[in-house]
């Protein structure tokens, strides 16, 4: 079964631009939840997409956004792009079981660097 | 000025030898708990999990004990071998009622010196 995937691997930009970032799930799996990874913060959780929905959200500011569609794949944008949001973004899958926290499977992640 | 990136502890181990990792959790209504491997250039790769029901669990070569009253979690890894380098996060989920937030350790960089 194949793996999380993310593209692109690789992005940059410039500030004040606006990225958008691609998830596909593992086959089966119908939660994608976001991560930002950098040196300074560590591994902070963005937000979970489940059925189309925003199910939980972390404490990062509107500019970071995010979708879900029919087919469990998601997106985030992030506009108005600023230095510190050059970092590692994580996507992440799981299969819904119902009435419990799942295993995550993280996917290779998007560098996104930003000038 | 530049953020300081966070100070990763490192433990550095003789292969063959036993590694032991640990963390400390934050919140005592997590109620389930992952160990993950990042190598440099790659996402987290799931190690082994654990609910708070129980307070230990054993895989390939992996235990992960979870000590509740004192919010621990360790991650022993048997004979540690050279493709066990890696940085190790544990991680505690924050919705026991369902949903998925992961709370992430700062990591531990592990080392095996041959």
């Known amino acids: 079964k194949a793996g999380v995937t993310q593209t692109p691997r690789y992005l940059i930009k410039t500030r004040g631009q606006q990225v958008t970032l691609s998830c596909s799930p593992i086959?089966?799996?119908?939660?994608v939840s976001w991560y930002q990874q950098t040196p300074g913060q560590g591994l902070q959780f963005l937000f979970e997409?489940?059925?189309?929905?925003?199910?939980n959200k972390g404490n990062f500011p509107g500019r970071f956004s995010g979708r879900q569609f029919s087919n469990s794949r998601s997106e985030m944008n992030v506009s108005t792009l600023e230095l510190g949001d050059s970092a590692l973004y994580l996507c992440?899958?799981?299969?819904?079981?119902?009435?419990?926290?799942?295993?995550?499977?993280f996917g290779p992640g998007t560098r996104l660097t930003v000038l | 000025g530049e953020s300081v990136g966070l100070h990763l502890p490192t433990l550095s181990v003789q292969e063959g030898d036993n590694s032991i990792i640990n963390c400390a959790y934050s919140n005592s209504a997590s109620d389930y708990f992952i160990w993950y491997k990042q190598e440099s250039g790659k996402g987290p790769q799931f190690i082994i999990d654990i609910r708070s029901n129980m307070d230990k669990r054993q895989g390939q070569r992996v235990t992960v004990l979870l000590n509740k009253t004192v919010k621990h979690l360790s991650l022993q890894i048997a004979a540690t071998q050279p493709g066990d380098s890696a940085v190790y996060f544990c991680?505690?989920?924050?919705?026991?009622?369902?949903?998925?937030?992961?709370?992430f350790g700062t990591g531990t960089q592990l080392k095996v010196e041959l």
């Open positions: 997409y489940f059925s189309e929905t925003q199910r």
């Open positions: 992440a899958s799981s299969f819904v079981s119902g009435g419990e926290a799942d295993t995550q499977y």
């Open positions: 991680a505690e989920n924050m919705y026991p009622g369902g949903g998925n937030k992961l709370t």
């Open positions: 086959s089966g799996h119908r939660s």
